[in-house]
């Protein structure tokens, strides 16, 4: 039996379905006000908690006798501060927290995956059972970067790697080689939104950490990333190739050529 720890977004169905026509049982654990509903139809068993129910979560996992364990999906990190009692934060996860450094990405997820493992749950990279979502190096889209935006991506790549470095976020964009604004825990739509307020026709550099974990965290973007592309009248998203996963490219690649954006997957060697 896998173990699905499902967030937001298309992720966490693509990886039922995935389970699914394999043959594999999967049961899931569904966050409240996050997850799709529809992810019901796509597994085994589900069950549905607050981001803080580490207990609830971990009780589903040993009745349906999981061992490996998949997350995918994004969940609203801003909860701590924005809606703490939201989070229902139970014994086990004020614990955990109690115990952190920091309340880095990698420190908190970090920590939840060390403690998994000392359950006997195996923590597998999210795109262990999809690796066909990772985008290879190329221009996904018919429109393609001008000589000026892919300076733009050159100057935007290190920088971006550099937020990734120091664990602030994953996402910069500029415009004419001048940082617009910067992801942090707001997330990388709200930072897209905020640079479009300031100018059109930018560029988005979105990456993989340096020391980046497969287990979590793993870059990823879809058709509502483009919706907010177009909101924002970005002009190009640079992503790192071999480390990105796209859901539903042909969608993806759709949607950016009608709204004239292209994307583009960088090799990390080839950035500079």
Known sequence: MLGLIAGQGVF??????????????????ALRDQTRPE????????????????????????AAGVREVVMA?????????????????DAKAKGLFGELADRKDDTILGKLADFLETLGLHLLPQYALTPELLVGEG??????????????????????????????GQTVIVKERA????????????AIRRAGAIASGACVVKVAKPSQDPRFDVPTIGPATVAVLAEAKVAVLAIEADATVVLERDVV????????????????????
């Open 12 to 29: 966490p169905l693509e990886v039922a379905r995935t389970a699914k026509r394999r043959g594999l049982r999967v049961a899931c654990i």
């Open 253 to 272: 690649a759709r949607e950016a050529d009608a709204h004239g954006i292209a994307i583009v997957a960088v090799a990390a060697e080839r950035s500079a």
């Open 179 to 190: 940082v617009l604004a910067v992801e942090a825990i707001e997330g990388t739509d709200a």
């Open 73 to 89: 999906g994004k969940v609203t990190k801003s909860d701590l501060f924005q809606n703490p009692d939201g989070l229902r934060l």
């Open 39 to 62: 992810i019901a139809g796509e597994v085994e068993s589900i069950t549905w908690i607050y981001p803080g129910e580490v207990g609830a979560g971990l009780a589903a996992f040993r």
């Open 139 to 168: 221009v996904l889209t018919t429109t393609r970067p001008n000589d000026a935006q892919r300076a733009d991506i050159a100057f935007g790549f290190p920088i971006a790697k550099a937020l990734g470095l120091l664990d602030i």
